[in-house]
């Protein structure tokens, strides 16, 4: 590390020689101290440096939450590789895409994919190694995690900068295809800072670790109370009794929020009887019904609203209470203008692109330098979302660009280009639009307004399951309605705009 840097693991350091005895990382009977986290992660970074692996190198991880996968982000961040999450939901061949389009030279595979990963190493050149990971029996073609510990170079220094890649998430298929946001160490230290600050987290917070460690907000989360010297509790999978079980005994103070998980505690919480007192700050998306009887059966917790993404982490903010139905205002290291299409910036109470600069804007998408250069012209992250200000400050969304129209149920990314590819590969489809539609449970829904070829019929159910064969599961529409034409633009394209208003309905 430079005189300038900080890294990851320069505050894994901090957390071990100022808080050396308290819990860091906690999973079922695993109980680690920040001391016995950073021994864990000093081991595995010797271990992976002994192994051949140098800086830039990705690791893949196709796995659970577990206190393993904690250990191997630290690890990474000590020796300078780079992590790459996989979505455990993702089919077979997007599971070999994300590995094909990162070229990782070792993979880490959980108890449930395994099997999958070994056909994957098989396809994917770069794949030399596969280790498992979060525990399990080790079958043919794997090695033990463990294997790796290598106590010879565990106090080594190894200079690290700040800027160098640490992360990539996969996200924003606007060509039927993800693309890996790659992130740096300095951008997940800057926004552990601005969250720290808009939480007000410290030493004795709790963050029940609920959503998976591939997702930018799990990670973040994760990340922020670890910088700030608290524990993260890791749950493998989101389960609403154990989660407020381990609320319970840990003393949990936050956690990340997407539809259904409020509804599901609460309904939990009402069958039986848990101390959730301690709880003081939840942050996500959610239906203001369901943020609203959270609030009532803990008082004093704040429930925080915002604007983010992948590429960008946290854009915007404030507690729900504040400014209802807003996304907040900007955080402390960001700065947000809104643009037109020509790029000339937009006054107040005008929809524009929203637009950011801060040291917390992501590198770029692995080996797409023409997307790089459109996404950061003119000295600005283009993040494809429109918003407008008010003369307050605060920054209210309003609709996705349609190049980069997305639809997020439970907190995934959907992207409709995706979904619409899979569907026209269905034999009897001759067009489709994929859109986005009010969900109760869900929050945002996946429907699919078809045109079927002349003389076919089709089942709603059998089309979805068609789509849930070859992309993950989340991505199937849960609605789908078949018309004789769809609606087009003076250029002969489908507008996705009368789609919407046409068959866009409340369900």
């Known amino acids: 590390m430079g005189l300038y840097d900080y890294t990851v693991y320069d505050f894994i350091c901090r957390n071990a020689q100022l808080y050396p005895d308290r819990d860091s990382v906690v999973f079922n009977d695993v109980r680690l101290t920040s001391k016995q986290f950073k021994e864990r992660c000093d081991k595995l970074a010797a271990g992976l440096l002994r192994s051949g692996i140098e800086k830039g190198d990705r690791l893949g991880v196709v796995a659970h939450n577990c206190d393993e996968f904690m250990i ?27 590995l094909n389009d990162c070229t990782p030279r070792l993979v880490f595979a959980g108890p449930d994919y395994r099997k999958s990963v070994a056909e994957a190493a098989s396809k994917v050149k770069s794949i030399e190694r596969c280790y498992t990971i979060g525990g399990g029996e080790v079958p043919e073609g794997f090695r033990p995690f463990e294997e790796l510990y290598s106590e010879e170079g565990a106090e080594e220094e190894i200079d690290i ?34 969250m720290m600050f808009d939480n007000n987290l410290g030493p004795d917070d709790c963050h029940m670790c609920i959503l998976p460690l591939f997702h930018i907000a799990g990670l973040a989360m994760a990340m922020a109370v670890m910088h700030a010297a608290g524990k993260n509790v ?102 947000v203008a809104l643009f037109d299409d020509y790029d000339n910036e937009v006054p107040v109470g005008t929809p524009g692109e929203i637009c950011v600069r801060s040291p917390a804007v992501f590198l770029g998408y692995w080996g797409r330098d023409e997307d790089n250069a459109y996404t950061f012209r003119n000295g600005w992250h283009h993040t494809g979302d429109i918003g407008r200000f008010d003369e307050e400050g605060y920054l209210w969304y309003v609709k996705r660009k349609a190049e980069k129209e997305l639809i997020k149920p439970g907190g995934e990314n959907v992207y409709p280009a995706e979904v619409e590819k899979t569907i026209l590969e269905h034999e009897k489809v001759t067009e489709v639009s994929v859109i986005g539609v009010p969900d109760e449970k869900w929050g945002e829904a996946i429907k699919a307004v078809c045109v079927l070829k002349p003389g076919e ?4 159910q059998e089309l979805a399951e068609f789509v849930a064969s070859r992309i993950a599961r989340y991505k199937k529409p849960q609605y789908v309605d078949f018309v004789d034409a769809l609606p087009k633009t003076e250029d002969g394209e489908i507008d996705r705009d009368q789609v919407k208003k046409e068959h866009g309905g409340k369900y």
Not at 82 to 91: A, E
Not at 268 to 276: A, N, P, R, V, W
Not at 298 to 316: D, L, T
Not at 457 to 460: K, M, Q, V
Request: aromatic letters at 10%; glycine letters at 8%.
């Open 161 to 194: 900068p700040a800027n160098s890649g640490y992360v990539i998430i996969h996200t924003a298929a606007v060509e039927g295809r993800p693309r890996g946001a790659l992130l740096s160490q300095a951008n997940i230290v800057f926004v552990n800072l601005a």
């Open 72 to 98: 191997l982000y630290g690890a990474a961040a000590k020796m300078g590789a780079i992590v790459l999450p996989v979505n455990w939901r993702f089919q077979q061949d997007e599971v070999e895409y994300v």
């Open 234 to 335: 890791i749950i493998e999978r989101f389960d609403p009794e154990l989660t407020l079980q381990l609320i319970e005994k840990e003393k949990g103070t936050t956690f990340f929020n997407f539809a259904p998980i409020l509804k599901m505690l609460m309904d939990k919480y009402e069958e039986g009887s848990y101390d959730i007192s301690s709880i003081r700050n939840v942050s996500g998306l959610d239906h203001p019904e369901n943020i609203q009887r959270f609030l009532k059966l803990v008082p004093n917790a704040r429930y925080r609203i915002g604007f983010g993404q992948s590429e960008v982490m946290g854009v915007s903010g404030c507690p729900v209470q504040e400014k209802p139905g807003s996304a907040g205002k900007p955080s402390p290291f960001v700065r």
């Open 457 to 460: 019929s089709l089942d709603p």
